[in-house]
């Protein structure tokens, strides 16, 4: 597996990297656990000064951290901007407020006293996360942050392609005074994670990727009893029902569409519109993306960014063709994109049959299908219909209404009248495909925790 950075604009190989050989990923391992050894006694205010030093250095410098990100994968500079903030926020988060997570309970056992019965939250130690490409430090910092306030420590398996932003997290933390191996980055390919996760020092995994991927490391984590976390793909439905606002529902939907370049595992993928407002949204929402402004993302005049490679194009472009052989319709919007760089031309795909492998099939990209239905049933019924289960949202002027089509999606989080979204303090997390497990907030601060029960009782009373 090649490890280097790749300009999606202009499709030169800037650095390499050599992979990280078994006797140095075994050495990794054991500078995290040694890391983890001393970290779990550290005090929870002595790690919240880290996470704290860590979003200062983020905010010092965010442009620099920036760069790095549209230099790898293309990400718009603003967009890349605004994921070294939202990366800020995060350790914010739980330099406020992980000492009330991780606090421990008392329990009202029968028969025990008010303190008798306690619940203390404990790490696990190492955590093996695999990440991927399309956010390279917001993943990163998603996982890392909850775990280390926690007292765990990572060993980080990053996307092949943007290896420079896997260095710079590695670096931001040792320039916040964390112990070396803390978090501790290795080149290695899918074959090598085995040797990772089997190691007894490694106690849980964290994936986020492909449904692939998932299956493939949830097998191993299964084999080797480690716990394991999946965040996998989706295909967020955006609802449009018959008494929202049509031209505003039809500009988030542009954006919820195209935003990283559709490149989203959140992004607004089905785009399914209430009849009686149908052509109306369709006229909005082909204006909307018609004026994307696809160039170089270092300029801020750019709307639409390339896609992470040339490779990712490609593989978009058979998926279209693939659900046009099936009998789906294309239309193609806006002015041709340019043919420097890894752009793919924003399309529409309508009449999509159940039947048509699209149907069920994550589009990662500037690629739109849009459904007609009669009435807020039928929305819901095709809503579900789909093997994954992350977000969605629901547009509609009566709250009531929209709470109710929510309370009927088969999804992790529903959003009402924005696209769904990522934020430092509204936790993460899907069903069905998408995965299981949470990040954020205290539910992602206690997935690698042991809960154990602490119990005093009376030498000489009953069992």
């Known amino acids: 597996m090649a490890f280097a950075t790749t300009n999606p604009y202009t499709g030169e190989t ?28 550290l005090a929870l205010e002595d790690r919240a000064k880290v996470l704290k030093r860590a979003a200062g250095l983020l905010r010092a410098e965010p442009r620099k951290y920036a760069q790095i990100l549209t230099l790898e994968m293309g990400k718009l500079i603003g967009e890349a ?20 997570g991780l606090a421990p309970r008392y329990l009202p056992a029968k028969g025990f006293g008010d303190t008798d019965v306690q619940l203390v939250k404990q790490p696990l130690g190492v955590l093996f996360a695999v990440e991927p490409w399309n956010f390279p430090y917001y993943q990163v910092i998603r996982i890392t942050a909850p775990q280390v306030t926690a007292g765990n420590a990572i060993v980080l398996k990053h996307a092949a392609n943007v290896p420079q932003s896997a260095l710079a997290m590695e670096q931001l933390f040792r320039d916040a005074g964390a112990p070396e191996g803390l978090l ?44 394991s976390t999946l965040e996998l793909g989706g295909a967020d439905a955006f609802i449009v029902l018959s008494d929202a606002d049509v031209k505003q529902a039809a500009k988030w939907a542009v954006f919820g569409r195209h935003w990283n370049a559709g490149q989203v595992c959140v992004s607004s993928k089905r ?38 490679s040339q490779s990712a194009s490609d593989g978009l472009a058979k998926q279209v063709e693939d659900a046009i052989a099936h009998g789906a319709t294309a239309e193609t919007l806006g002015k041709p994109v340019p043919e420097q760089g890894a752009f793919y031309q924003p399309t529409l795909l309508t009449g999509i049959t159940a039947d048509n492998p699209a149907y069920r099939t994550e589009f990662f990209g500037p690629v739109s299908q849009v459904y007609r239905v009669a009435d807020e ?21 009566d709250t009531a209404r929209a709470k109710r089509v929510a309370a009927r999606l088969e999804t992790g989080m529903v959003y009402i009248n924005q696209p769904t979204g990522v934020k430092a303090d509204i936790p993460f997390g899907g069903v069905k495909n998408s995965g299981y497990g949470h990040e954020l907030i205290d539910l992602g601060l206690n997935e690698f925790v042991n809960e154990k029960v602490v119990v005093v009782t009376d030498i000489d009373g009953s069992f």
């Open 184 to 227: 501790t980055n290795v080149f290695i390919s899918h074959e090598d994670a085995e040797r990772v996760i089997a190691d007894p020092r490694v106690r849980g995994v964290a994936l986020t990727g492909s449904e692939r991927a998932g299956s493939a490391v949830a097998a191993l984590a299964g084999k080797y009893m480690k716990k």
């Open 14 to 41: 800037v650095k390499t990297f050599p992979a990280t050989t078994p006797a140095e990923i075994d050495a990794a391992i054991g500078r995290a656990h040694a890391a983890f050894l001393g970290w779990r006694d």
């Open 271 to 308: 785009i399914i519109v209430e009849d009686a407002v149908y052509d109306e949204f369709l006229e909005h929402y082909r204006a909307g993306v018609a004026a994307l402004q696809a160039g170089d993302p270092l300029d801020p005049a750019t709307t639409l960014a390339p896609l992470s």
């Open 81 to 100: 901007e605004a994921e070294v903030e939202l990366c800020a926020q995060i350790l914010d988060y739980y330099v406020e407020h992980g000492a009330e």
């Open 377 to 397: 049933d039928e929305a819901i019924r095709l809503a579900n219909d789909s093997p994954y289960g992350l977000g969605g949202s629901v547009f509609s002027q």
